[in-house]
């Protein structure tokens, strides 16, 4: 294969003395990192060390905006919000990061909403308006990056918002294109061979293959491992090993 395709991983998910994942490692690795900004999980000091070392090893960086959920790591459904606190949630979270990643001299290029926001936003389309313009209102060259054929990439067309569709290395997917809740057993992938083979042929067929066995076509600019995982950083080495050894180059989608 001749295609070049970003690799991307969900860091900075510590807070004060508490590490999640291996970080300095994964940055050695991947192409992309998504920092979490301070509400599902980080803090200031930790979205400069991440955003400062991505610098350094040449990765690019985008705002990982969640739910107000420090207990619940953002994968709990909260409803109640309006559009329009949902917006401003979004708008905050990304100008934090903007500002510290100036600091360490870095700049954010893309979003990407976090855990039970982005898969509730995927199935509810004010959801995914707000975000959508919460991006544009800050910065319209910002990409967001969404699962491909749902409601976030929909609103983001909608209103002018650049997109980088995502796969996920170590998720299983439903029929209608959403990600299988992680309460069913198998809903994560833990074998790294198993998932990069599964990348690989994704990429191959540009298509997905549900836990019902159906097909969905699909076209992805980047792959997703996510960092808080322990066998995170097996997985990214073993996936990006198994690409470029088939053909597949591996570069930030934000800098194509």
């Known amino acids: 294969m001749s295609v070049t395709i970003d690799l991307n991983c969900d860091m900075g998910e510590g807070f004060g003395p ?4 291996d970080d300095d490692t994964m ?11 301070g509400f599902h999980a980080g803090d200031p000091s930790i979205m400069f060390r991440t955003a400062e070392t991505a610098k350094r090893k040449g990765v690019a960086i985008g705002a990982h905006p969640g739910f107000n959920d420090l207990q619940g790591f953002g994968r709990r459904v909260i409803r109640g919000d309006s559009p329009a606190d949902i917006e401003r949630m979004i708008a905050y979270q990304i100008g934090a990061l903007q500002a510290v990643g100036a600091l360490a001299g870095h700049r954010v290029t893309y979003v990407k909403a976090h855990g ?3 898969n509730m936003a995927n ?22 990056v969404c699962m491909p054929g749902l409601r976030m990439e929909t609103a983001s067309n909608k209103i002018g918002v650049r997109v980088a569709r995502e796969f996920f290395a170590d998720r299983t997917y439903e ?19 198993e998932a990069a ?6 990429l191959q067929d540009k298509a997905v293959t549900t836990t019902s066995g159906r ?13 808080d995982e322990p066998s995170a950083v097996a997985m ?13 180059s591996i570069a930030p989608f934000s800098g194509r």
């Open 175 to 193: 029929d209608n294109g959403t990600l299988s809740s992680r309460k069913k057993p198998g809903s994560v992938l833990h074998d790294a061979d």
């Open 215 to 227: 097909r969905i076509p699909i076209e992805i600019d980047t792959i997703c491992v996510h960092g």
């Open 18 to 21: 508490w590490p999640m994942g």
């Open 123 to 144: 199935e509810d389309e004010d959801l995914a308006l707000a975000i959508a313009r919460a991006i544009k209102g800050v910065d319209a060259n910002l990409i967001n």
């Open 116 to 118: 039970s926001l982005n």
């Open 27 to 37: 940055l050695d690795i991947v192409s992309s990192a998504n920092i979490a900004c």
């Open 236 to 248: 990214a080495r073993t996936i990006r090993a198994k690409l470029e050894t088939n053909g597949v």
């Open 197 to 202: 083979q599964r990348v690989l042929r994704t």
